[in-house]
């Protein structure tokens, strides 16, 4: 489960399948028959997929193109949630805000499938992490996968709370998949050529921000599409693939899987992220 499956069945993502179609961005299985012209892989193979929509089924079909072996003993419930979050957080952190070792970094929706692994990857790459969220149950998660100070930000200001964390300075990268009304404070709190990342919208409104506030830090806002980046730009989308892919071999990411829920239970899992009840990752098994 990724939220964009949320999105999709409301006519509210950026792409817009024909009907009749099922939900599902990503996932892992057995390869069961492969079309002509297939070298890649065979029947047998355990595989991760990522089609975009349309993987909450038994059986789909994929292009080649969209497929990764799955390696080692990776489990099917790890590998059928790692590549949108992790893919989605490394790019945004990697190529879009170029995080620096020793930087500053603040997540907010820092608990959910994104989220927790903006603070994992964020702390890999020697940032300093400022975990923002909802409850003390999802910061204490947060905790657990390194930040180093969190915020409460159903009770306490978040623009207060990350200037009086970072000494008045404010933080140098914002990752926020949240949007609505978290976003002009979390903007607000931007140090000197900080880079606001957008990646999503799950708290509902996409927010307006006031052009004085970028020009007056010399701050960014950033973009961050990963499915259109892995389309774009395919050779750097494999290489970040291999570089996650190895630093889970290695032991350096631990994939939250917080619920696993029966095919034939996907609605309740959709309605999980919808009610802001999901941490880390929520699983679909057939
Ligand atoms: N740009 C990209 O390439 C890309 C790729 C993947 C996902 N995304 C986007 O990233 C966002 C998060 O996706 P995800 O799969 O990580 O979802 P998720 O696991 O459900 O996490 C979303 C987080 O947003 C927060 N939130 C605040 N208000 C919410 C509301 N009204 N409803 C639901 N959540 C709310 C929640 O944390 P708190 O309760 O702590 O606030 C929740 O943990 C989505 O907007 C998705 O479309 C973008």
Known sequence: MNFPD??????????KPPLPFSPGGEAAGIVD??????????????????????????????DQTRVLPMVG????DVAAGFTMTYGTSHHALKQRARLQAGETLLVLGAAGGVGLTAVELGKLMGAKVIAAASSDDKLALCKSYGADEVINYSTEDLKDRVKALTGGKGVDVIYDPVGDKYAEPAFRSIAWNGRYLVIGFAAGEIPKLPLNLPLIKGA????????????HEPALHE???QELLGWYHEG????????RLPLAEGAKAIRLLMDRKAMGKVILTA
Do not use: C
């Open 220 to 231: 960014s806002i950033v973009g961050v599409f990963w499915g259109a980046f892995t389309a």
């Open 73 to 76: 003993d990776m489990p099917f």
């Open 6 to 15: 949320a999105l999709i069945i409301q006519n509210l993502y950026q792409f």
């Open 239 to 241: 290489a970040n693939m």
């Open 33 to 62: 028959a492969v079309g002509d012209g297939v070298t890649a892989f065979k029947p047998g193979d355990r595989v991760i997929a990522m089609i975009g929509n349309g993987a909450f089924r038994e059986q789909f079909v994929a």
């Open 252 to 259: 350096r990411l631990k994939p939250h899987v917080s619920a």
